[in-house]
């Protein structure tokens, strides 16, 4: 995690405004005084802290103070960035990810709460802290090293996207003058890695009733973002329109007869998942025929324009709630 850093005004001070970043199953937000407990419970672990440069052990409510206070400054002055991780939908800290930043290079650190391991929470993590990194300032390369003791942390890093560079010495901490393995990424790797990702083209729509109310669907249990809730739509066919893919999918999974002339084009959604990009034109239905009634088990609730920001959606869902609530 960051401890010092260089002259106020640099670039990480301008990279993150503050508000949570979201992936699939995460939310990044600042680490603030409500944590505590969870710092001292879940990074006194000595299974977390051995793994670690800098992680003090055993660990007190003191240590997390000053960890809290070091992250503040850093983030003030430049130096460096720190995320605390909870899951979307279960607010409380399980770990964090940060990043040391001087000359244009950005040293990676982190660490999870043992009973939240061998779930791919800190790969996508640092996915997201390094989208942030490479399209937010610039940092030209992102770094971090790792024991040879821990080839979970090493497959966390590859899984990232970063490669291995070769081992050095640690010169720090707990680390020092130990073995240590460096993963490396560069801004132009990364760039080729986005640009290697399959376009994937969806369809969704808003479907409004005479109350003004708007359909969501929840997707289900142990499908790729399962339990969050979603407009209704699917994956546009190889020479489909989007309007046809619509009105496909919406009479296979609700039931309903739509119309292409009824459907009105709103808006798009573009979001980069980790093995693909979306691009998702969204449309608005008045007008079916027929009663919605959900063939796949899917759970479905018209909800009013207000409250769907009660619902956790997707990350290319959840902007245009803001559109959907101005428009309606």
Not at 34 to 50: C, H, K
Not at 153 to 178: D, I, N, P
Not at 285 to 291: I, L, Q, S, T
Request: glycine share 10%.
């Amino acid at each position: 995690m960051p401890t010092t850093g260089p002259d106020p005004g640099c670039l990480a001070a301008s990279a993150w405004d503050g508000r949570p970043l979201e992936t699939d199953r995460l939310r990044l937000r600042p680490p603030c005084e409500q944590d505590i407990p969870q710092i001292v419970s879940l990074a006194g672990d000595w299974d977390v802290a051995r793994y670690t440069a800098v992680i003090p052990h055993p660990y007190a409510e003191a240590d997390a103070r000053t960890f809290l206070e070091s992250c503040a400054r850093d983030r003030a002055s430049g130096g460096g960035l720190v995320f605390a991780l909870e899951r979307r939908g279960a607010p409380g800290l399980i770990g964090c990810v940060g990043a040391e930043i001087a000359d244009q290079v950005a040293t990676l650190g982190y660490w999870l709460g043992r009973p939240f391991w061998g779930q791919g929470l800190v790969t996508e993590a640092l996915r997201r802290v390094l989208r942030l990194l490479f399209e937010g300032t610039d940092v030209t390369e992102a770094r971090a090293t790792v024991l040879p003791a821990n080839p979970g942390s090493c497959r966390v890093l590859e899984k990232a996207g970063l490669g291995f560079e070769g081992e050095e010495t640690g010169e720090k901490g707990r680390c020092s003058g130990q073995p240590t393995r460096l993963y490396r990424i560069t801004r132009e790797g990364w760039l080729r890695q986005q640009a290697e990702k399959p376009t994937l083209l969806v369809a969704a729509v808003a479907l409004v009733d005479a109350d003004g109310r708007v359909l969501i669907a929840r997707r289900p249990d142990g499908k790729h973002l399962g339990g969050l809730w979603e407009f209704p739509g699917g994956k546009v066919k190889p020479g489909e329109t989007p309007e046809a893919a619509l009105i496909r999918e919406l009479d296979e999974e609700l039931t309903i007869d739509v119309t292409e002339s009824c459907l009105a084009p709103f808006t798009f959604a573009s979001h980069a998942y980790d093995g693909f990009h979306l691009l998702m034109p969204l449309y608005l239905c008045r007008v079916w025929k027929g009663e919605v009634t959900p063939r796949e088990g899917q759970r479905v609730k018209w909800v009013r324009p207000a409250r769907l920001g009660d619902y956790p959606m997707p990350p290319a869902d959840a902007p245009l709630v803001a559109m959907l609530r101005d428009f309606l």
